[in-house]
């Protein structure tokens, strides 16, 4: 059964700080994803990991960096947090595949909020 | 470029009545389709997926789903609502065939379904 953490259910930070998120799968999975949940909006891609040390920008990478040092861990990094990061963040995996049914599998998020 | 619509951001029905979740999509090439389902303050979990093979597709909970490519739509239906669906759910389309699956999905921007007593 794969099962994918996040480090924190709920995080509160202030303007300016250096906020890590961590997130770990025990599936052996290539590929490692960060989204940002808002009301209205949907999922929004930040960063995403094909392999270790590997990164590409989603589709809003602006104010958010990534790390990737082993296969299972992924880290979103937001280098000087902002009220406007105020948000749910939801990390998943999915294996690696050769067609495009890639089934991701979701941590359970964490709501961080920026005073 | 993929994309994904889900019309209404807010769906309301009676317990035992007809789920009705509509989810469009587009795509350049034959698309992979899912539903997540999220429950409160949880993550996203997978309802079902259509790959290839048989349109009707069956997940859990009673949930189904239909692809219909004349009309690039994945609509979500269960026969009969639980007070325990009530929830938010998102449609989801991949249309990768290179990188692994690496690039990951469009999401649609949800369904909250309330149902009534």
């Not at chain 2, 989801?92 to 149902?115: C, M, N, P, Q, W």
Request: net charge neutral.
């Amino acid at each position: 059964d794969v099962k994918v953490t996040q480090s924190s259910r709920y995080l509160v930070k202030r303007t300016g700080e250096k906020v890590f998120l961590e997130c770990v799968q025990d599936m052996d999975h290539e590929n490692m994803f960060w989204y940002r949940q808002d009301p209205g909006l949907g999922l929004r891609l930040i960063y995403f990991s094909y392999d270790v040390k590997m990164k590409e920008k989603g589709d809003i990478p602006e104010g958010y960096s990534v790390s990737r040092e082993k296969k299972e861990r992924f880290s979103l990094i937001l280098e000087s947090a902002s009220t406007n990061q105020t948000s749910m963040y939801l990390c998943a995996s999915s294996p690696f595949i050769s067609q495009g049914n890639n089934e991701q599998f979701f941590g359970p998020g964490t709501r961080l909020t920026v005073l | 470029a993929q994309s994904v619509t889900q019309l209404g951001s807010h769906v309301s029905v009676s317990e035992g009545a007809l789920v009705l979740l509509r989810c469009n999509y587009s795509s350049s090439v034959p698309p992979y389709l899912f539903w997540y389902v999220q429950y409160p303050n949880q993550g996203l979990q997978l309802l079902l997926k259509y790959t290839t093979g048989a349109t009707l597709v069956k997940g859990i909970n009673g949930f189904e789903a239909e692809f219909k490519k004349s009309e690039t739509s994945f609509h979500l239906t269960k026969p009969s609502a639980h007070m325990s669906d009530a929830a938010e759910y998102f449609c989801a389309v991949s249309e990768s065939g290179v990188g692994g699956g690496a690039d990951g999905l469009t999401f649609g921007k949800g369904t909250h379904l309330i149902i009534q007593p």
